[in-house]
């Protein structure tokens, strides 16, 4: 090992130390969109699920996530367009709330402990 080696691992600690603080902070804004865009595609998936299998494969699939607990009297198939489209940006503003509280508890704890 060279002293030409020396000048490049002291590069390689310069980038891990700049990762490291990145690391530290969490886009409150972008963590946020980030759940609410996943709750809008789960809500999407159960409506494609409600509308391709029907009122018995959807009740088998709930009944199998719930472990055996039975939804059969609580799923409805006949729900209105507009209430469908509702319910889609209310899980996104949920989400999106969601995700922003789990971002700043997390900087705010995380900055409160290492400072």
């Avoid at 130390?17 to 709750?39: C, D, R, S």
């Avoid at 472990?67 to 209105?80: A, E, K, Q």
């Avoid at 922003?100 to 508890?105: P, R, S």
């Amino acid at each position: 090992m060279g002293t030409e080696a020396i000048p490049d691992m002291i590069e390689i600690k310069k980038i891990n130390l700049k990762t490291k603080k990145i690391m530290q902070h969490i886009n409150i804004k972008k963590f946020a969109l980030a759940w609410g865009v996943a709750g809008v595609v789960l809500y999407l998936g159960c409506i494609i699920l409600m509308a391709t299998v029907g009122h018995e494969g959807t009740v088998l699939f709930f009944n199998s996530l719930l472990h055996g607990l039975d939804t059969s009297t609580i799923i409805r198939m006949d729900v209105p367009w507009i209430e469908a489209l509702i319910g889609l940006v209310e899980i996104f503003i949920l989400g999106w709330l969601f995700g922003a509280l789990i971002a700043a508890v997390y900087n705010i704890s995380f900055n409160k402990k290492y400072q």
